[in-house]
């Protein structure tokens, strides 16, 4: 089983500001790295794939970085939308799909 | 339109049974690779099972041998019958669709997602 790591677990962010956050991979995923974005009582939405490229209707102030094991979401300049828990997934030891614990942005 | 709606989560005992239902519209779920994701409460995301396009299924090890994924094409349904409930079966049950693109074929992350239904496993 391949064992994503997310961190920091919670990221106080200020509105307008820049956010990054890191997944890690217990072993190399090659890009085979999804990022989802999950609002309190939603489900969650696909925000980039392949580890960097930006999924239908993601703004362009997401951005997605890294390959092997290690892996970053930006958001450039943090909107009040945006503030939500994201997770990283693994998809390159398909059927055996993982997902990070996850990352909650807050507002500072 | 695309939408996918869940049914059938309930409050069960340890040790019992529970059938979900997603219903699909906007495309065919015999088309494409299905899932089952759930996530425990304060806890991340845990992928549950996969029934792929030609109808073979996939389970995580904390679920085989206790739950059963299929599918009803004349209704446009996704199941997921659960036997043997646990505790730690406890969560949010999200049904979700695998992204497919003519470029790159199937890609094993998801871009639909049902809205959930929740099971409860308590005494």
């Known amino acids: 089983e391949i064992v994503m790591t997310q961190s920091p677990a919670t990221l106080s962010v200020s509105p307008g500001e820049r956010a990054t956050f890191v997944c890690r991979a217990s072993?190399?995923?090659?890009?085979?790295v999804a990022w989802y974005q999950q609002k309190l009582g939603q489900s969650p939405r696909l925000l980039i794939f392949?580890?960097?490229t930006r999924a239908p209707g993601t703004p362009a102030r997401f951005s997605g970085s890294g390959s092997g094991r290690e892996f970053t979401l930006t958001i450039s300049s943090l909107q009040s939308e945006d503030f939500a828990l994201y997770f990283c997934q693994q998809y390159n030891n398909w059927p055996l799909l993982s997902f990070g614990g996850g990352t909650k942005v807050e507002i500072e | 339109e695309v939408r996918m709606v869940e049914s059938g989560g309930d409050l069960v005992q340890p040790g019992g049974s529970l059938r979900l239902s997603c219903a699909v519209s906007g495309f065919s779920v015999g088309s494409y690779y299905m899932n089952w994701v759930r996530r425990a409460p304060g806890k991340g995301l845990e992928w549950v099972s996969v029934?792929?396009?030609?109808?073979?299924?996939y389970y995580a090890d904390s679920v085989k041998g206790r739950f059963t994924i299929s599918r009803d094409n004349s209704k446009n349904t996704l199941n997921l019958h659960m036997e043997s409930l646990r505790v730690e079966d406890t969560g949010i049950y999200y049904c979700?669709?695998?992204?497919?693109?003519?470029?790159?074929?199937?890609?094993?992350?998801?871009?639909?997602w049902g809205q959930g239904t929740e099971v409860t496993v308590s005494s």
């Open positions: 029934i792929y396009s030609g109808g073979g299924t």
């Open positions: 979700t669709r695998d992204l497919y693109l003519d470029s790159s074929g199937w890609l094993h992350t998801f871009d639909v």
């Open positions: 392949g580890a960097s």
């Open positions: 072993q190399s995923v090659r890009s085979d």
